[in-house]
T-cell receptor, first 112, second 116 residues
Framework: GDSVTQMEGPVTLSEEAFLTINCTYT??????LFWYVQYPGEGLQLLLK?????DKGSNKGFEATYRKETTSFHLEKGSVQVSDSAVYFC???????????FGAGTRLTVKP | DAGVTQSPTHLIKTRGQHVTLRCSPI?????VSWYQQVLGQGPQFIFQ???????GRGNFPDRFSARQFPNYSSELNVNALLLGDSALYLC???????????????FGDGTRLSIL
């Protein structure tokens, strides 16, 4: 079935460092791809999305490009801040499917 | 506009009891989904409801059930609670039916259920 695999954490970076969190997917069709972020004690917030191949989602300095040839949707940010410390989830939703599949999450800690 | 609201925020139950969790979607959203998030893992899909009908069910036992009301709010019920049901239960709403995949789901802050 459809699934998402993301890099294991935790990831610890210094402020202003470059961030990459890898995400690859397996799907029979052409899914939409998402990154969600979860801060302590809260639900998931949509960070960005891409609905077709070569689309780039971006928000708050984060970017991810839908790569069909490598079935990937890696999350990047050029300069992380302490406030970016959270758990990041990659997810997919297949066309006309009723559930969203999530990766296991990657915990990011940014130190000043 | 208010986001997705869930109640209660925390709940403690004992094995064998029954629990009801409640969710109010974003105004105008007709689709509600429920997820279970065990500590340290990603959310797992339980149910989706759209226009008061069940549109999807994940790999959960029959002890789990749900319904959606005419105002699009929803309840998740779990019977005969087990220790393994301890988790954060998330509700999410999305804007439209049809092609669900293009509609991002908006999550509430969840109900943390602890089974003793």
């Amino acid at each position: 079935g459809d699934s998402v695999t993301q890099m294991e954490g935790p990831v610890t970076l210094s402020e202003e460092a470059f961030l990459t969190i890898n995400c690859t997917y397996t799907a029979t069709g052409y899914p939409s791809l998402f990154w969600y972020v979860q801060y302590p004690g809260e639900g998931l917030q949509l960070l960005l999305k891409a609905t077709k191949a070569d689309d780039k989602g971006s928000n708050k300095g984060f970017e991810a490009t839908y790569r069909k040839e490598t079935t990937s949707f890696h999350l990047e940010k050029g300069s992380v801040q302490v406030s970016d410390s959270a758990v990041y989830f990659c997810a997919l939703s297949a066309y006309n499917n009723n559930d969203m599949r999530f990766g296991a999450g990657t915990r990011l800690t940014v130190k000043p | 506009d208010a986001g997705v609201t869930q109640s209660p925020t925390h709940l403690i139950k004992t094995r064998g009891q029954h629990v009801t969790l409640r969710c109010s979607p974003i105004s105008g959203h007709k689709s509600v989904s429920w997820y279970q998030q065990v500590l340290g893992q990603g959310p797992q899909f339980i149910f989706q409801y759209y226009e008061k009908e069940e549109r999807g069910r994940g790999n959960f036992p029959d002890r789990f059930s749900a319904r959606q009301f005419p105002n699009y709010s929803s309840e998740l019920n779990v019977n005969a609670l087990l220790l393994g049901d301890s988790a954060l239960y998330l509700c999410a709403s999305s804007g439209r039916g049809g092609d669900y995949s293009n509609q991002p789901q908006h999550f509430g802050d969840g109900t943390r259920l602890s089974i003793l």
